[in-house]
């Protein structure tokens, strides 16, 4: 998507539309594993085979309308996902909760569908921005073994403190319905949501570029996963570009064409310079934001505001999980279903 798609110009109100389709662009719906709702996405289609390429828009915002396409406008099969409860989708906004599956449904809907214009079905790559940021850290860690590599910009990286910071209130309405709680209620479900707490899960090599004055997201969140990232030892991983005098109301307010253009090389050099599936070892410690996907297994805890640890050891069968609190998960692994307590 482009830059446009992350600032929150329009907002959209909820539409009816139908599926459209063109030589290059298609407009088409798919369904929720998890709830059923009837979910929207845009789809650019390139000239030749190519690999999947997904995002999601800005805050407030909602995907482009179809636009009939008779030329293409992407080199690879991009997936612009119409998030729930926006103008497309059906449902309601859950701030990093059930909407992050929605995108994996709609990369493994596009692998049927589209199946003749991908190179290797393998090889995912997820761009976004703003909201789409923040959605950008915390799919990696929910999600650690599915994206190639990632290009997170100018992302929201911990939602309380983003919450505590807006002094507008423009935010904070959405986070008390989305998530549920002002965070000072409900601390966990804040932290299940936020990438840097999901951090220590980091497998796939992000990029992240953020404006030094952005004044709608602060760099501070750019700054702050970084530097948790070093800690990690997760900062071979990281790749962070500071725009030195860039942001205002606007995310790019003031950029130059040469950083442009340097965000340009080093986004694309992230995506172009990856073309292998990420594997997660098979012994190992990891956290739970509400459910942890991997492709050897699958944890769900009871709600999406719980957050615990988990220690396993797949050549024993053995997983560990522990919290704070008391609670309850469900585990998926080599097909086999149980559950449990913690």
């Given amino acids: ?28 719906f798919y369904n929720s594993s998890i709830t059923g709702e009837r979910l929207a996405m845009r789809v650019l289609k390139p000239a030749k085979p190519s690999y999947i390429l ?10 482009p309308k179809f636009c009939y396409m008779d030329t293409p406008q992407s080199e690879y099969l991009a997936l612009e996902i119409d998030m729930r409860g926006r103008a497309f989708s059906e449902g309601s906004p859950d701030c990093n909760g059930y909407e992050l599956i929605d995108v994996i449904d709609a990369i493994e809907y596009a692998k049927i569908y589209y ?22 850290l915390a799919i990696a860690g929910k999600f ?18 983003w919450y ?8 904070r309405n959405e986070l008390d319905v989305w998530i549920g709680y002002p965070p000072g209620r409900n601390p966990e479900g804040y932290r299940s949501r936020s990438g840097v707490s999901l951090l220590s899960n980091l497998r796939s090599p992000i990029f992240i570029a953020h404006g030094a004055n952005d004044l709608r997201v602060p760099v501070q969140m750019s700054r702050r ?26 995310h790019l307010g003031n950029i130059t064409e040469a950083q442009k253009r340097e965000l340009e090389i080093k986004k694309n050099r992230n995506l172009t310079c990856r073309r292998m599936p990420v594997e997660i070892p098979d ?18 805890l009871y709600g999406l505001d719980e957050f615990a640890r988990l220690e396993y050891d797949l050549s024993k069968n053995f997983f560990r999980i522990t919290s704070k609190k008391r609670g309850s998960y469900s585990l998926e692994y080599k097909g086999l279903h149980r559950s449990g307590l913690f």
């Avoid at 199946?115 to 950008?136: C, M, P, Q, R």
């Avoid at 505590?164 to 935010?171: C, L, P, S």
């Avoid at 012994?283 to 769900?300: A, D, H, Q, R, S």
Wanted: proline residues 2%.
């Fill in 164 to 171: 505590a910071g807006d002094e507008k209130g423009e935010f």
């Fill in 225 to 250: 996963y970084k530097m948790q990232a070093e800690k990690l030892d997760k900062g071979h991983l990281v790749d962070y570009y500071e725009m030195a005098g860039v942001g205002n109301e606007d």
């Fill in 54 to 63: 997904a995002g999601t828009h800005g805050w407030h915002m909602s995907i």
């Fill in 144 to 161: 650690p073994d599915y994206f190639a590599a990632i290009n997170a910009l100018y992302p929201i990286s911990d939602y309380a403190e």
């Fill in 115 to 136: 199946k003749d214009l991908i190179l290797d079905s393998d090889v995912i790559f997820f761009e976004s921005g703003s909201g789409g940021g923040g959605n950008a």
């Fill in 1 to 28: 998507m482009g830059y446009e798609n992350y600032e929150d110009k329009v907002r959209e109100k909820r539409v009816k539309t139908e599926e459209s389709f063109s030589p290059y662009c298609d407009f088409i």
């Fill in 283 to 300: 012994k190992g410690e990891m956290v739970i934001g509400g459910y942890l996907v991997t492709k050897k297994f699958k944890i769900f």
